[in-house]
């Protein structure tokens, strides 16, 4: 798959931006690892800009927003109703950060956090409706949540959107594969559940991780690295493809992954 057109089934990841405290840097240093065309937003979009790979979207990158939030990757979950999904929120035990509310004409956004604290963005979509290439080099490919609890957070998605999992890998470090609601066993899974062996490193929350694609990985990483990125992963051969994860240089953590053109 690559090209994405309308919008995206409820459940599906359908969009990733990065809040930075340096736009600027950052539309630099993803120009150069992945090839985006970085286009600036309209003026009330207060400094967030979308990112293009063959004239279509694929992320988006803006300034924080809030006083003490980290330098990081949101993923996006689709949802045709951001009001009813923020309702489910609380019920499944998770908490809302940032209320529904109109982005532009885009469409209508909420943030929220689930129970194991993993910070997660849902997205209702209005002229906008997510990413428009994917499964490719340089576009999003993959989110998976990586918590200290993956029996709650699977419950808590499987509320909001009646995800069911295939489980698989090592018994001492299961991967949960998730699945849309009715879907097939032949299906493609939409995201991953995964708790860590010897868990999250401490001081460090559950979180959501966005994977792009490489048709080099070694290289895509390489190249990050000289543009003042970190390898916190280094390039390793995975069951999905060659795959390591980086730090940005603004402290932001994203996934590389094989995706050959």
């Not at 957070?153 to 998730?178: C, H, I, N, Q, R």
């Not at 097939?184 to 792009?212: I, K, N, Q, S």
């Amino acid at each position: 798959m690559s090209e994405h057109d309308g919008r995206w089934t409820e459940g599906t990841p359908c969009w990733s931006d990065l809040g930075v405290p340096d736009v600027d840097a950052a539309r630099t240093f993803y120009t150069d690892v992945f090839g985006w065309h970085v286009e600036d937003g309209p003026a009330e979009a207060g400094g967030y800009v979308t990112a293009l790979l063959g004239g279509r979207p694929v992320a988006g990158i803006g300034p924080l927003t809030g006083e003490g939030q980290p330098p990081s990757w949101t993923a996006y979950l689709a949802t045709d109703d951001v009001y009813a999904i923020t309702a489910r929120v609380i019920t499944a035990g998770g908490s809302v950060l940032t209320p529904a509310f109109d982005v532009l004409d885009a469409g209508r956004m909420a943030i929220a956090a689930d129970p194991t604290g993993a910070v997660v963005g849902l997205w209702q979509a209005g002229a906008h409706d997510g990413s428009g290439r994917v499964n490719e080099p340089g576009a999003p490919c993959w989110a998976e949540v990586h918590t200290r609890d993956a029996e709650a957070a699977k419950a808590f998605y499987t509320a909001l959107f009646g995800w069911s999992y295939d489980v698989f890998g090592d018994p001492s470090e299961p991967y949960a594969s998730a699945k849309l609601p009715g879907a097939p066993a032949e299906a493609d899974p939409v995201a991953g559940v995964f708790a860590p062996p010897g868990g999250l490193p401490e001081g460090v929350p559950a979180y959501w991780l966005t994977w792009f694609g490489s048709d080099d990985t070694d290289g895509t990483v390489d190249l990050a690295v000289q543009r003042g990125g970190t390898a916190l992963m280094e390039p390793f051969d995975s069951p999905f493809g060659r795959s390591a994860i980086v730090l940005g240089p603004q402290g932001e953590v994203f996934g590389v992954v094989a995706m050959p053109a």
